[in-house]
């Protein structure tokens, strides 16, 4: 079992920057793919960003692709989220989760979630 705590979220204008954090706890971080997703208010979750157990493999939803860059260290049980360039609409709460099946993007898939972080990008 994997507890994802979220944590880097905030207020920062079109074009700024932020880094989200995750911390997992538990000794098999390592085994779990790992996901990013954002929910929007009125919107369904969606998929932002996904990570391979190695961190080798990485996947982004056009919408950020360029922009984001997801990355992990297993010897700290530690996954991120580097946003650049942001823009309004990449206002959401922010989710990380660990996955049941490895090289998803449907959230279904994702068995283990944080709490989430707000980000929220001015304009």
């Known amino acids: 079992q994997v507890q994802l705590v979220e944590s880097g979220g905030g207020l920062v204008q079109t074009g700024g920057s932020l880094r989200l954090s995750c911390a997992a706890s538990?000794?098999?971080?390592?085994?779990?793919?790992m996901g990013w997703f954002r929910q929007a208010p009125g919107k369904e979750r969606e998929f932002v960003a996904h990570?391979?157990?190695?961190?080798?493999?990485?996947m982004y939803a056009p919408s950020v692709n360029g922009r984001f860059t997801v990355f992990r260290d297993n010897a700290k049980n530690m996954v991120f989220l580097q946003m650049n360039s942001l823009k309004p609409e990449d206002t959401a709460v922010y989710y990380c989760?660990?996955?049941?099946?490895?090289?998803?993007?449907?959230?279904?898939?994702?068995?283990?979630w944080g709490q989430g972080t707000q980000v929220t990008v001015s304009s």
């Open positions: 990570i391979e157990r190695s961190g080798v493999g990485t």
């Open positions: 989760a660990a996955a049941w099946v490895g090289g998803s993007t449907n959230p279904r898939n994702y068995g283990y």
């Open positions: 538990g000794r098999t971080f390592s085994s779990y793919d």
